[in-house]
């Protein structure tokens, strides 16, 4: 791959050298707009620079309404419009300074940009956890399944991010030991408790590309390696399931030739949510094509977003081959993290067995997890689960109560419709110290 033709190489102390000459500047201006707050940020363009500004703005829980992109030489001219879950301006100073400390100098390594804590994919028995990479085919009672086990090996969840998109299913989960609290570093440990997360992931399946699991090694933000993991068990292959956002109308994706700039101009329009630009960046970049110049608008509760790319190695999607794997790729990283349905919020007193115990009592009752989020925060475990019924259908009234004479007796239970429309959208929050669903005041209730 010619990548250098797009990308001359240059030393990394002389791309030091140029940052620090010509440092990133960052504006967060709340005068402009009337309605959000104004983001500026002007530096040195390098490649994958505009996922790494995407990232911080939506691990900061940011939700970005409109953002103008300009990347097309040596400097990266951004103007995005921010606000914040419930749809105002950023007033608070402390955010504020987070943005303009995350996206300006201080927030530069030699690596670039540097990801927000608690949104990385830990390296293999790192610190206080172990993370756990799992990928397989879904199927009913799956994560009950892979709780028991890890159950049963007295391995503790801390925190723990699934996603499931066109029956597969892919898991980051970061464990400990239930007796020391520290990664697990006994190899004869952790041998066992793979081969039988790869025996239930198979399922009946004799075939060894059908589950897979890994110890993470690397630094990556944990969304993006999700994105990774379906996107390399080929999610976006067979069409939307039944049982995927049955609410959810198609997003309409479309690519475009630019002769006059030597651009392809991709362009989609579906309905809006929290992260879509992160989704969509992030596929394009994983896919190693450069963004060049893009607009970003948000029309009610739908948004329309056009990217003028070319790949690494300067050409533009000149087959419709290439035209329509981009398409089938950006359409299910749009579908992974929609959450149409209802959503259960739990919070308890941690303890081994409790995740198991929850999915358990989801599975006898006929739910689908099509999405979860699991958190520690001291002695308190937060869960979200975003469940369907066996059909793929809302959750009926009567399964709803008898989850709550189950589970509400032990531990804080929150049940929310989750709305189609932008207005109403579920918010979300990034970090291993706190998990990427929004739990408002529920863990305050419960410590009252």
């Known amino acids: 791959m010619a990548a250098g033709n797009s990308w001359p190489y240059f030393d990394p102390e002389y791309e030091n050298f140029s940052i620090r000459i010509n440092p990133p500047r960052v504006s967060v201006d709340n005068t402009t707009c009337k309605c959000c707050t104004v983001v500026k940020v002007d530096s040195v363009n390098k490649p994958g620079i505009l996922l790494e500004v995407v990232q911080i703005l939506t691990d900061l829980d940011l939700i970005i309404t409109k953002a103008y992109i300009s990347s097309d030489g040596g400097w990266f001219m951004d103007v995005f419009h921010v606000t914040d879950q419930q749809g105002n301006k950023i007033t608070d100073s402390k955010t504020i300074d987070c943005i303009e400390k995350a996206l300006g100098p201080k927030g530069y390594t030699k690596d670039g940009l540097e990801t927000w804590p608690g949104k990385r994919v830990g390296v293999h028995s790192l610190g206080e956890h172990t993370a756990i990479e799992l990928v397989g085919r879904d199927r009913p009672g799956l994560l009950s399944e892979i709780s028991a086990i890890l159950a049963n090996l007295h391995f503790n969840v801390v925190a723990a991010e699934v996603w499931t998109h066109n029956r597969r299913i892919a898991c980051v989960l970061y464990v400990n030991d239930n007796t020391t609290s520290r990664a697990v570093d006994d190899l004869s440990r952790l041998s066992t408790m793979e081969e039988q997360l790869k025996n239930i992931l198979r399922g009946r399946e004799n075939d060894e590309k059908v589950a897979c699991t890994s110890f993470s090694v690397g630094s990556t933000h944990v969304d993006r390696r999700l994105h990774q993991m379906l996107s390399a ?200 110290a706190k998990t990427s669903f929004f739990f408002g005041s529920l863990l305050g209730k419960f410590l009252a």
């Open 233 to 432: 068990d080929r999610d976006y292959e067979g069409g939307t399931l039944a049982t995927d956002a049955v609410d959810y109308p198609q997003p309409k994706i479309t690519i475009d030739h630019c002769e006059e700039k030597g651009y392809s101009a991709v362009s989609v329009r579906c309905k809006d949510r929290a992260k879509l630009m992160f989704d969509i960046v992030c596929t394009l970049t994983d896919m190693e094509y450069v963004v060049f110049h893009a607009t970003i608008s948000s029309d009610g509760p739908y948004a329309t977003q056009e990217y003028y790319i070319r790949h690494m190695d300067g050409c533009t999607l000149d087959t419709e081959a290439e035209r329509e794997r981009v398409i089938k790729c950006l359409d299910a990283a749009i579908r992974r993290r929609v959450s149409e349905g209802l959503s259960l919020e739990l919070c308890a007193k941690d303890r081994v067995g409790l995740l198991s115990e929850v999915t358990r009592v989801l599975r006898e009752n006929g739910l689908l997890v099509t999405r979860a989020g699991v958190t520690t925060v001291g002695e308190q475990a937060m869960t979200v689960f975003y469940v369907r019924d066996a059909s793929g259908n809302p959750v009926d009234t009567k399964t709803i109560e008898m989850l709550r004479k189950e589970i509400g007796q032990t531990m804080m239970l929150n049940v929310k419709k989750v709305p189609a429309a932008k207005s109403a959208k579920a918010p979300e929050a990034g970090g291993l």
